[in-house]
Protein backbone atom coordinates (compact mmCIF):
# COMPACT_ATOMS: atom_id res chain seq x y z
CA UNK A 1 0.00 0.00 0.00
CA UNK A 2 1.31 3.10 -1.21
CA UNK A 3 1.79 5.70 1.02
CA UNK A 4 3.48 9.04 1.89
CA UNK A 5 5.97 8.83 5.11
CA UNK A 6 7.48 11.11 7.15
CA UNK A 7 9.61 11.24 10.10
CA UNK A 8 9.65 12.17 13.11
CA UNK A 9 6.54 11.66 14.36
CA UNK A 10 6.46 13.75 17.10
CA UNK A 11 9.12 16.42 17.99
CA UNK A 12 9.28 18.41 21.67
CA UNK A 13 12.79 20.61 20.92
CA UNK A 14 13.68 23.78 22.77
CA UNK A 15 13.30 27.13 21.48
CA UNK A 16 17.11 27.84 19.66
CA UNK A 17 17.37 24.50 18.39
CA UNK A 18 17.12 23.20 14.63
CA UNK A 19 14.60 20.83 13.42
CA UNK A 20 14.60 19.01 10.43
CA UNK A 21 11.62 16.98 8.99
CA UNK A 22 11.86 14.12 6.11
CA UNK A 23 9.57 12.98 4.13
CA UNK A 24 9.64 10.60 1.54
CA UNK A 25 7.34 10.73 -1.29
CA UNK A 26 5.27 7.74 -3.32
CA UNK A 27 7.26 6.41 -5.79
CA UNK A 28 6.99 7.86 -8.75
CA UNK A 29 5.12 11.18 -7.35
CA UNK A 30 6.87 14.29 -9.51
CA UNK A 31 5.76 16.91 -7.03
CA UNK A 32 6.05 17.23 -3.31
CA UNK A 33 4.14 19.85 -1.13
CA UNK A 34 4.85 20.96 2.65
CA UNK A 35 1.87 22.49 4.10
CA UNK A 36 1.78 23.60 7.74
CA UNK A 37 -1.50 22.65 9.73
CA UNK A 38 -2.61 24.93 13.24
CA UNK A 39 -5.62 26.12 15.20
CA UNK A 40 -5.28 29.58 14.12
CA UNK A 41 -4.68 29.70 10.14
CA UNK A 42 -5.47 26.09 9.45
CA UNK A 43 -4.15 24.57 6.49
CA UNK A 44 -0.98 26.48 5.00
CA UNK A 45 0.82 26.05 1.72
CA UNK A 46 4.34 26.32 2.85
CA UNK A 47 6.61 25.10 -0.10
CA UNK A 48 6.00 22.92 -3.25
CA UNK A 49 8.56 20.79 -5.67
CA UNK A 50 8.18 19.12 -9.22
CA UNK A 51 10.49 16.93 -10.11
CA UNK A 52 12.84 18.17 -7.43
CA UNK A 53 13.05 21.72 -8.43
CA UNK A 54 11.31 24.33 -5.65
CA UNK A 55 8.21 25.87 -7.87
CA UNK A 56 6.62 28.16 -5.01
CA UNK A 57 8.07 28.97 -1.80
CA UNK A 58 6.13 31.96 -1.23
CA UNK A 59 4.89 30.59 1.82
CA UNK A 60 7.56 29.96 3.96
CA UNK A 61 9.12 32.37 6.35
CA UNK A 62 12.17 32.41 4.17
CA UNK A 63 14.73 33.71 7.66
CA UNK A 64 14.56 30.65 9.42
CA UNK A 65 12.74 27.97 7.18
CA UNK A 66 14.03 26.03 4.38
CA UNK A 67 12.79 23.51 1.96
CA UNK A 68 15.16 21.09 -0.44
CA UNK A 69 14.24 17.88 -1.99
CA UNK A 70 18.00 16.40 -2.35
CA UNK A 71 16.97 12.86 -4.38
CA UNK A 72 13.64 12.15 -5.79
CA UNK A 73 12.84 9.78 -2.74
CA UNK A 74 13.78 12.63 0.13
CA UNK A 75 12.28 15.93 0.70
CA UNK A 76 13.55 17.82 3.60
CA UNK A 77 12.29 20.93 5.78
CA UNK A 78 14.37 22.56 7.77
CA UNK A 79 13.93 25.22 11.11
CA UNK A 80 16.41 27.01 12.25
CA UNK A 81 16.00 28.51 14.82
CA UNK A 82 12.81 27.21 16.29
CA UNK A 83 10.65 29.38 17.67
CA UNK A 84 7.83 28.88 19.77
CA UNK A 85 4.83 30.10 17.42
CA UNK A 86 6.67 27.56 14.68
CA UNK A 87 4.46 24.57 17.00
CA UNK A 88 2.43 23.10 14.33
CA UNK A 89 1.24 19.65 12.24
CA UNK A 90 3.86 20.20 9.10
CA UNK A 91 2.59 17.78 6.64
CA UNK A 92 4.34 16.36 3.45
CA UNK A 93 2.02 15.16 0.20
CA UNK A 94 2.77 13.89 -2.84
CA UNK A 95 0.94 13.45 -6.24
CA UNK A 96 1.94 12.72 -10.35
CA UNK A 97 1.06 16.50 -11.45
CA UNK A 98 1.60 17.51 -14.94
CA UNK A 99 0.47 20.92 -15.98
CA UNK A 100 -3.38 21.87 -15.52
CA UNK A 101 -3.77 17.95 -14.44
CA UNK A 102 -6.68 17.15 -11.38
CA UNK A 103 -4.64 14.12 -10.23
CA UNK A 104 -5.08 13.77 -6.31
CA UNK A 105 -2.22 14.76 -4.08
CA UNK A 106 -2.16 11.97 -0.80
CA UNK A 107 -0.81 13.03 2.26
CA UNK A 108 1.46 11.93 5.32
CA UNK A 109 0.57 11.30 8.84
CA UNK A 110 2.19 14.65 9.86
CA UNK A 111 5.07 15.89 11.91
CA UNK A 112 3.41 17.14 15.37
CA UNK A 113 5.92 19.71 16.27
CA UNK A 114 6.21 21.40 19.72
CA UNK A 115 8.55 24.21 20.50
CA UNK A 116 9.02 24.76 24.11
CA UNK B 1 -6.43 33.97 -7.30
CA UNK B 2 -7.77 30.77 -5.58
CA UNK B 3 -9.79 30.66 -2.81
CA UNK B 4 -12.04 28.22 -1.02
CA UNK B 5 -14.54 28.57 2.01
CA UNK B 6 -16.17 26.66 4.64
CA UNK B 7 -18.87 28.42 5.87
CA UNK B 8 -19.85 26.01 9.11
CA UNK B 9 -16.99 25.63 11.55
CA UNK B 10 -19.42 22.59 12.83
CA UNK B 11 -21.97 20.74 11.89
CA UNK B 12 -24.49 18.20 14.00
CA UNK B 13 -26.42 14.98 12.55
CA UNK B 14 -28.01 12.50 14.19
CA UNK B 15 -26.86 9.30 13.58
CA UNK B 16 -29.22 7.91 10.44
CA UNK B 17 -30.31 10.88 9.04
CA UNK B 18 -28.97 13.18 5.83
CA UNK B 19 -25.27 15.25 6.33
CA UNK B 20 -24.50 18.23 3.85
CA UNK B 21 -20.94 19.92 4.78
CA UNK B 22 -20.84 23.17 2.45
CA UNK B 23 -18.38 24.25 0.32
CA UNK B 24 -18.35 27.20 -2.43
CA UNK B 25 -15.09 28.40 -4.09
CA UNK B 26 -13.53 30.90 -6.34
CA UNK B 27 -10.57 30.66 -8.93
CA UNK B 28 -10.04 32.56 -12.24
CA UNK B 29 -10.34 29.49 -14.82
CA UNK B 30 -11.83 26.05 -14.48
CA UNK B 31 -11.89 24.67 -10.97
CA UNK B 32 -10.72 21.21 -9.88
CA UNK B 33 -12.30 20.55 -6.36
CA UNK B 34 -11.21 18.17 -4.12
CA UNK B 35 -12.85 16.59 -0.30
CA UNK B 36 -10.15 15.76 2.35
CA UNK B 37 -11.52 13.99 5.77
CA UNK B 38 -8.79 14.19 9.02
CA UNK B 39 -9.44 11.57 11.86
CA UNK B 40 -7.64 12.56 14.97
CA UNK B 41 -4.07 12.86 15.19
CA UNK B 42 -4.13 11.61 11.22
CA UNK B 43 -3.02 12.86 8.08
CA UNK B 44 -5.45 14.10 5.27
CA UNK B 45 -7.28 11.21 3.80
CA UNK B 46 -8.67 11.77 -0.10
CA UNK B 47 -12.63 11.70 -0.33
CA UNK B 48 -13.32 12.77 -4.02
CA UNK B 49 -12.87 15.15 -6.55
CA UNK B 50 -14.27 16.88 -9.38
CA UNK B 51 -12.43 17.72 -12.66
CA UNK B 52 -15.02 17.68 -15.47
CA UNK B 53 -18.10 15.47 -16.38
CA UNK B 54 -20.90 14.80 -14.34
CA UNK B 55 -21.83 16.96 -11.59
CA UNK B 56 -22.53 14.86 -8.72
CA UNK B 57 -19.67 12.86 -7.82
CA UNK B 58 -19.16 9.88 -5.59
CA UNK B 59 -16.59 9.40 -3.59
CA UNK B 60 -15.44 6.89 -0.69
CA UNK B 61 -17.54 5.78 2.59
CA UNK B 62 -20.91 6.47 0.42
CA UNK B 63 -20.10 10.12 0.42
CA UNK B 64 -20.38 12.10 -2.92
CA UNK B 65 -20.56 16.31 -3.69
CA UNK B 66 -22.48 18.27 -6.40
CA UNK B 67 -20.75 20.61 -8.48
CA UNK B 68 -22.69 23.50 -8.96
CA UNK B 69 -21.46 26.34 -11.36
CA UNK B 70 -23.43 28.78 -11.32
CA UNK B 71 -23.58 29.24 -7.19
CA UNK B 72 -20.06 27.88 -7.12
CA UNK B 73 -20.28 25.20 -4.51
CA UNK B 74 -19.81 21.70 -3.99
CA UNK B 75 -21.47 20.65 -1.11
CA UNK B 76 -20.21 17.24 0.66
CA UNK B 77 -23.52 14.77 1.03
CA UNK B 78 -23.85 11.65 1.97
CA UNK B 79 -28.02 10.00 2.51
CA UNK B 80 -27.18 8.06 6.29
CA UNK B 81 -24.17 9.66 8.51
CA UNK B 82 -22.72 6.95 10.83
CA UNK B 83 -20.92 7.98 14.53
CA UNK B 84 -17.65 6.67 12.23
CA UNK B 85 -18.19 9.68 10.23
CA UNK B 86 -17.19 12.04 12.72
CA UNK B 87 -14.01 14.31 11.42
CA UNK B 88 -12.71 17.08 10.29
CA UNK B 89 -13.88 17.74 6.65
CA UNK B 90 -11.47 20.09 4.49
CA UNK B 91 -12.74 21.47 0.63
CA UNK B 92 -9.68 22.12 -1.26
CA UNK B 93 -10.05 23.99 -4.88
CA UNK B 94 -6.84 24.32 -7.84
CA UNK B 95 -7.17 26.26 -10.43
CA UNK B 96 -7.36 23.91 -13.57
CA UNK B 97 -6.42 27.16 -15.58
CA UNK B 98 -2.77 27.52 -14.04
CA UNK B 99 -0.47 24.91 -14.25
CA UNK B 100 1.55 25.76 -11.44
CA UNK B 101 -1.05 26.09 -8.76
CA UNK B 102 -0.91 23.91 -5.32
CA UNK B 103 -4.10 23.15 -3.61
CA UNK B 104 -5.76 26.23 -2.10
CA UNK B 105 -7.81 24.62 1.12
CA UNK B 106 -10.38 25.65 3.01
CA UNK B 107 -11.06 26.02 7.26
CA UNK B 108 -12.36 22.55 7.69
CA UNK B 109 -15.83 21.67 9.10
CA UNK B 110 -16.21 19.60 12.14
CA UNK B 111 -18.83 16.81 11.81
CA UNK B 112 -20.50 15.34 14.74
CA UNK B 113 -22.59 12.40 14.53
CA UNK B 114 -24.60 11.81 17.48
CA UNK B 115 -25.80 8.08 18.05
Known sequence: ?116 | AQSVAQPEDQVNVAEGNPLTVKCTYSVSGNPYLFWYVQYPNRGLQFLLKYITGDNLVKGSYGFEAEFNKSQTSFHLKKPSALVSDSALYFCAVRDGSAGRRALTFGSGTRLQVQP
Open chain 1, 1 to 116: DARVTQTPRHKVTEMGQEVTMRCQPILGHNTVFWYRQTMMQGLELLAYFRNRAPLDDSGMPKDRFSAEMPDATLATLKIQPSEPRDSAVYFCASGLVHGASGNTIYFGEGSWLTVV
